[in-house]
């Protein structure tokens, strides 16, 4: 496959490194991996699913931009919504746990947050994740990366999401 066939050369040379790091890791320990994306909209499954000879081991990714898709696809308790607000640990945790509950097995990783422009009351930038294993602990993560614009906020939280995963795989 060659270098434009995949993400490689819009992304940043680190965040391609690290994806491959991740996916090997995950095959070493065959240990599925598992997504719940809200502010960056599938990229991280897009990134997990674009190393050749790797991409195997991602086992399923649920794209949740909506309040309803949240509830609906991964079981989140709208009232915990209403309650927390979508960008929160909580919902964050709650994304993560129901991604592995469909799943069954693996190492799952949430991502909900503000990519920009925010709304009155919203941080621009904040974005709340969620890492762990099946049937383990989940581990949750805040980042202010401020207003770096979408993109930037989307790069960021995927190398955040990554980085998480590895723990996960380590742990």
Not at 23 to 35: G, K, N, Q
Not at 77 to 89: L, N, P, T, Y
Not at 100 to 109: D, K
């Amino acid at each position: 496959m060659s270098e434009t066939e995949t993400l490689d050369p819009i992304l940043p040379p680190d965040l391609a490194r690290n994806a491959r790091a991740v996916l090997d890791l995950a095959c070493d320990r065959e240990m599925p991996l598992i997504t719940a994306e809200s502010c960056t909209g599938g990229l991280l499954s897009a990134l997990l699913t674009d190393v050749p000879g790797r991409s195997h081991i991602f086992e399923r990714g649920f794209v949740v931009y909506s309040d309803d898709a949240k509830c609906d696809l991964l079981a989140v308790d709208r009232a915990q919504i209403e309650r927390c607000g979508a960008v929160s640990r909580e919902v964050a945790v709650a994304m993560a746990r129901g991604a592995l509950q469909r799943s069954g097995h693996g190492i799952g990783v949430a991502i909900t947050g503000f990519a920009g422009p925010g709304g009155e009351g919203d941080e621009e930038g904040l974005v709340h994740f969620a890492c762990g294993p099946f049937n383990g602990e989940i581990a949750h993560r805040e980042e202010h990366f401020g207003a770096i614009g979408r993109d930037g906020v989307r790069i960021a939280a995927l190398a955040v999401a990554l980085d998480m995963m590895d723990n996960a795989l380590r742990a």
